[in-house]
């Protein structure tokens, strides 16, 4: 599947979509946890999501208990963490496997995408995140450390803006 809205993805309230539900946007995919040294990232995430989403913006939340365990709570319990803590409301989706034999197919064709040292491959731990065009294509991958707030990331994104 090499086409990135081609492929299924369940909400975290358990509905099956595709990607294709947010063609046509840009994207900012994360891979979320609620007990990590960068949860705090979600503040961002969401100021990001609240200041660029009436032109055409969305960040998508992929909990994920891969890196440390800091991912043990079941869906309800991630939704309900990340909207008492954070105000969450862009789109979460079920505890998603992004490396390894179970990785989801999404996560397996963003890692083909190299970060901003030429590194394709794995995902090294929570909240890296990738970039997506309107037309699907990743044209971005910033890892963990890099802060939502940063100016590459930020100016990646704004440029890319269909509205």
């Given amino acids: 599947m090499s086409n990135l809205f081609d492929i299924p993805v369940t909400t975290i309230d358990g509905n099956e979509a595709t990607m294709n539900d947010w063609a046509g946007h ?3 995919i994360v891979n979320t946890a609620s007990e990590c040294g960068f949860t705090d990232q979600y503040d961002d995430l969401q100021g990001l999501f609240d200041e660029f989403a009436p032109r055409g ?3 998508l939340g992929f909990p994920c ?3 440390g365990g800091q ?7 991630i939704k309900q963490f990340c909207q008492r803590e954070f105000g969450v409301t862009f789109p979460l989706f079920q505890k998603t496997k992004v490396n390894g034999d179970g990785a989801h197919p999404l996560y397996k064709l963003l890692k083909e995408t190299p970060d901003a040292d030429g590194e394709a491959g794995d995902v090294k731990w929570n909240f ?5 065009s309107p037309e699907g294509e990743v044209i971005g991958r910033f890892r963990s450390k890099v802060s939502p707030d940063d100016d590459s990331l ?4 704004e440029e890319n803006l269909p509205i």
């Fill in 128 to 132: 890296e995140k990738f970039v997506v």
């Fill in 154 to 157: 930020r100016n990646l994104i």
């Fill in 71 to 77: 991912e043990p709570g079941n869906a309800e319990e």
């Fill in 65 to 67: 208990n891969q890196f």
């Fill in 57 to 59: 913006f969305f960040v």
């Fill in 26 to 28: 840009v994207l900012l």
